[in-house]
């Protein structure tokens, strides 16, 4: 995959048209979940340069911090708080603007300006959340949720 790194210029759209091939050909022989997160976190962390991308794992009733590119994370968040939690309780994305502005938003880093978060499920439960930062206001769109979704979805089956 280093080898094809995508090229700059290119719109988010077709990074994540160029990315999702990359990523699915990458963890099609791969049976570890905690390896392909982590290869998945590192390239959309190196793709797009967010600020932060990781994923938390449904353990009992907290989510769990699992792979991740970035700064020091929360390591346990309960169900209903922050921005992960509501994800995980409603399951569905949410897309914050500006995390500033979202009623109990948990402050990992202040360097965090809005935020993504997308529920992993498998058989209607939720097994995971890919959660991804940006040091931008209005960093997300529909576009992200579309491909992060897609993302998501390829490594469902596996929890």
């Known amino acids: 995959m280093a080898d094809e790194l995508i090229l700059e210029g290119e719109t988010r759209e077709e990074k994540y048209q160029t990315l999702i091939p ?10 570890d979940l905690v390896a392909n997160c982590a290869n998945i ?11 932060w991308v990781g994923f938390y794992f449904v ?37 914050v603007p500006d995390v500033n502005a979202f009623p109990g938003h948990i402050a990992c ?5 809005s935020e993504i978060v997308i529920p992993i499920i498998n058989k209607g439960v939720v097994r995971s959340v890919l959660d991804v930062d940006s040091d ?18 390829l490594i469902s089956d596996r929890f």
């Open 22 to 31: 990359q990523i699915k050909a990458l963890i099609s022989d791969e049976p």
């Open 41 to 51: 976190a590192a390239a959309l962390r190196q793709t797009f340069d967010f600020f």
């Open 59 to 95: 353990k009992e009733d907290e989510l769990v911090l699992g792979p991740f590119q970035g700064d020091i994370a929360c390591t346990r968040i309960a169900l209903g708080r922050g921005v992960c939690g509501k994800a995980w309780q409603n399951k569905e994305t949410i897309i």
């Open 109 to 113: 880093s202040a360097a965090s300006v």
């Open 136 to 153: 931008k206001k209005d960093g997300f769109n529909a576009i992200d949720q579309k491909y992060l979704t897609e993302l998501a979805e």
